[in-house]
Nanobody, 121 residues
């Protein structure tokens, strides 16, 4: 019904930048919050950044001042610009979106398949 497809991960060196994008497609009436989470090996998944449909942003403390989240509502796309990357940013990054289907009165949270970001020191 709904797919979230991430792109843009890869291997970079500390201090480099990387940009992630996530496109939502399918039976979509409205998309509320969209965000990025990450999960490092052996750790729990954690919030990185979230942006509401009105543009309100919440960034996790470890990424404040380095990461920027934005979205293009017309394209059902959310972006994560990551600057000054550190080895501790290494993780699988997952896109998340709160989506209301056509014909539905409730919203459901969806996850992308994840994209690996590796930062070498």
């Amino acid at each position: 019904q709904v797919q979230l497809v991430e792109s843009g991960g890869g291997l970079v060196q500390a201090g480099d930048s990387l940009s992630l994008s996530c496109v939502a497609s399918g039976s979509i009436f409205s998309i509320y919050a969209m965000g990025w989470y990450r999960q490092a090996l052996g750790k729990q998944r954690e919030l990185v950044a979230v942006i509401t449909s009105a543009g309100r942003i919440n960034l996790a403390d470890p990424v404040k001042g380095r990461f920027t989240i934005s979205r293009d509502n017309a394209k059902n796309t959310v972006y994560l610009q990551m600057n000054s990357l550190k080895p501790e940013d290494t993780a699988v990054y997952y896109c998340n979106a709160d989506i209301q289907h056509l014909g539905s009165r409730v919203s459901i949270g969806y996850w992308g398949q994840g994209t690996q970001v590796t930062v070498s020191s």
